[in-house]
């Protein structure tokens, strides 16, 4: 490529080993890349999750498709495969770009002595771990990070650029936790006495799961009494504020500017999309999911999909939204009927 960096080049025949394809079409070429169906080039793959996709295939310059079934009107190769959501992921991967890997610890580093880094694990330019910190084997701690003490980091945890871990925190095993995220802040708990605020102290910590990923700028507070926990497999996007000792299920999904109030209960598999905020101590059980922009101030005790704000079931509120819809409709024909009314009262007064 000219600047030094490694690109991946896979013929057809190769990508479809890689990904469990069955190949339709000359086995040769030179792929180099993913890309959606309408930019994809003769050295892409692209793909088709839905029909609209299907539809463009015949247009489509992509040197493959994947796709779920055989297309008849596509005159590229095509790669059949069972799932084609799980194909695109091994693919994006192939075609990743090969970034130089962290290793060992940098000499700008700051280790305490008390600090424990396990053999494998790198630290980044200007990191700092503090005392009685763990860092597991094959970690990584990107530039600039700060670990503070008493920290626990599992295996194979990857913390990238400018995060900070307070104090007895623990993160598990496979985490990824992205640039600028706050883990363990105090939180925002406050008692009024004679007319000032009085910060109450944050003596808990925060438990981040197996297998957790957090984008970049969250911040998870630590919490009073106890931890605050995120369980195992959860994802969160970006910008996503968790106030302290809120519990997160596992293999939970928090979409970006999602806000939980302090003490919630998110039980397994629940799904807030964006800007979704949580009123403190609601419990959410299993399975609920919240469309964008909803605000939950009640408990919810059964599966079900919330929208609006207050969150209602979905139905019930798109039903609500049908006859708002309708007002402008409604008071015209208002209008008209008190007009016909004010006229028949007149006529009934002048007998």
């Given amino acids: 490529m000219g600047d030094g960096r490694i690109q991946t080049v896979l ?3 190769e990508l479809a080993e890689a990904i469990g394809a069955h190949l339709h079409g000359d086995a040769g070429g030179r792929l180099t890349g993913v890309n959606v169906m309408e930019r994809a080039g003769p050295a892409e793959v692209t793909f088709v999750t839905s029909q ?27 790669l059949v495969v069972g799932n084609v959501d799980l194909a695109l992921i091994v693919a994006l991967r192939l075609f990743a770009p090969k970034l130089k890997a962290m290793s060992g610890i940098h000499p700008t580093a700051i280790i305490d002595d008390g600090a424990v880094v396990a053999p494998g694990a790198a630290i980044g330019p200007g990191a700092y771990v503090g005392p009685h910190a763990e860092i597991g084997a094959h970690s990584t701690i990107g530039p600039g990070c700060i670990i503070g003490e008493n920290v626990h980091i599992g295996s194979h945890s990857q913390l990238d650029g400018h995060v900070v871990i307070y ?10 936790i ?9 939180g925002f708990g406050y008692t009024c006495i004679d007319g000032q605020h009085h910060l109450i102290p944050h003596n808990g910590g925060v438990v981040i799961e197996d297998c957790v990923e957090i984008g970049a700028n969250c911040c998870i507070d630590r919490a009073k009494f106890n931890n605050t926990i995120i369980g195992a497999g959860t994802k969160l996007d970006n910008l996503i504020q968790v106030a302290h000792n809120v519990i997160i299920g596992k293999c939970c999904i928090l979409a970006g500017q999602v806000g939980i109030g302090g003490s919630c209960v998110i039980d397994d598999g629940v799904m807030l999309a964006g800007q979704v905020g949580v009123a403190d101590h609601v419990h959410i059980c299993d399975g609920v999911q919240v469309g964008a922009q909803a605000g939950v101030t009640r408990s919810v005790k059964e599966k079900e999909t919330l929208w609006g704000s207050p969150a209602r079931d979905l139905n019930e509120q798109l039903r609500s939204a049908a006859m708002v819809r309708r007002l402008p409709q409604w008071v015209g024909q208002l209008k008209t009927l ?14």
């Avoid at 992205?178 to 105090?186: E, H, R, W």
């Avoid at 008190?338 to 007998?351: C, N, P, R, S, T």
């Fill in 11 to 13: 013929t057809r025949a």
């Fill in 52 to 78: 609209a996709h299907a539809n463009g295939a015949a247009d489509s310059k992509a040197g493959a498709i994947i796709v779920s079934q055989k297309l008849h009107n596509a005159a590229v190769a095509q």
């Fill in 178 to 186: 992205q640039a600028n995220t706050t883990i363990g802040s105090t």
């Fill in 167 to 176: 104090h007895n925190c623990r993160i598990g095993d496979h985490c990824i």
């Fill in 338 to 351: 008190a007009a016909k009314v004010e006229k028949l009262e007149q006529q009934l007064g002048g007998d």
